[in-house]
């Protein structure tokens, strides 16, 4: 199980995709859970109102806040790629559904959740690639000294 987790293909599209995506959830789990770079900070954050009348609320934006950080810092540096990417997706299927649905365009629109979105299932299908964490595991299971 664990060796499929960290499969990934020698390839360097990954890096950028996984670039962008880590430091956009960690930049915004950041702002949630710390409250810095302009963010509400966590206590300010559960207390708010959910998507999609989500209960608990506390639990579910907490959640939410969570996935973004501990998300976007496995997907930047390739640990766990895929379950780092997975942590990502429902949170931007949230977003679209519950907060931007109604135009497509930004400001108000789901564009740029929809971006996001899809380069979390390109990772979650392709795994960390080049320059991950989970490539250098990858390597070094197969090699094992007894």
Known sequence: MFQQLIAT???WINLPLRIALGLVFIGHGAQKVFGIWGGKGLNEFI???PPLGLRPAWLWMGAAAFAELIGGVLVLVGFLTRLG???IVPVMLVAIFGVSWGGFFLPK???????LLCIAFALVFAGGGRLSVDEKLMHSR????R
């Open 9 to 11: 293909a020698p390839t």
């Open 47 to 49: 207390a708010g109102t």
């Open 85 to 87: 990417a997975l942590m």
């Open 109 to 115: 629109g789901f564009e740029y959740a929809l971006v």
């Open 142 to 145: 197969g090699r094992r000294r």
